[in-house]
Every structure is written in C-alpha cells, then in structure tokens.
C-alpha cells in the first residue's frame, strides 16, 4: 500500500483567510463587483489572494503571483478546485482594472461600513482561539 501524502504550512495566511471568510467579505465584494474573471473565480477571491500575497512581506513582480501559492494549500485558503495557476497575472490584472472601474476609494468604505453595520446590529461573528 503506496499513500501519497503532502504536507503544507498555512502559517498565519490562514487566520487571516479564516477571519476573511468569518466576517463575509467575500459577500460584500461580490456585491458591488460580481464580475467574474478567467475559470470563473470571482473577483472576492482574486481580493483574497492579493491580501494574502501582500502578507507575505514578498516583492516580486505581477507574472510571478503564482509562485507565492505553490507551497500554500490555495484550496484550504479559496476553495476546492483552486490551484496556484488559477491565481496567474492575467486574472490578477483583470482583477486590479475592475476594482479600479469601480473605485479603489469607495470599496474599502463600503466594506468598512457593512463590517460596522454588523457590529452594530450584534451579528458580528465572535473569532475564537484554539
């Protein structure tokens, strides 16, 4: 019997994926941008994965993107069927130019705004340790 078995570290990329999906921003991205980009991923997801990217303190340039995740489980941290070729410079690209159609300026206020209407209206998800 020949078991296959892969190990990978999520590290702090996935309490920041966990709290991300906890708090549903997703929905609030998917609201106001719900173009979809290549493979069907949507632009929340693409969000998701910049966010992501950006903690990991790296500096590389757009066509490298992918590399980032190749040692990552982007299924545990997107969804099952994403892989890091998923995540490519063209999709990312599409990605930056919807968010800036829409507005840089008024997407974080508008997800800040729904984050504090959750909180006010006693919804907000409690984020446990352990």
Same mark, same amino acid.
């Given at each position: 019997m020949d078991l296959d078995?892969?190990?990978?570290?999520?590290?702090?990329?996935?309490?920041?994926? @966990? *709290?991300?999906?906890t708090l549903k921003i997703?929905?609030?991205?998917?609201?106001v941008m719900p173009k979809k980009g290549s493979k069907n991923l949507p632009n929340s997801t693409i969000i998701k994965?910049?966010?992501?990217n950006g903690l990991g303190f790296t500096h590389r340039r757009l066509y490298l993107f992918p590399n980032f995740f190749m040692n990552i489980?982007?299924?545990?941290?997107?969804?099952? @069927? *994403?892989?890091p070729s998923d995540l490519n410079d063209d999709v990312v690209g599409r990605t930056l130019d919807a968010i800036y159609k829409y507005g840089a300026t008024e997407?974080?206020?508008?997800?800040?705004?729904?984050?504090?209407?959750?909180?006010?209206m006693h919804q907000m998800p409690r984020i446990q340790s352990g």
């Open positions: 078995v892969q190990s990978y570290s999520l590290g702090h990329l996935g309490i920041v994926a @966990g *709290i991300f999906d997703c929905e609030v991205i998917d609201e994965a910049m966010i992501l489980p982007t299924e545990k941290l997107f969804g099952e @069927g *994403i892989d997407l974080l206020p508008r997800t800040s705004a729904y984050l504090a209407n959750m909180k006010m």
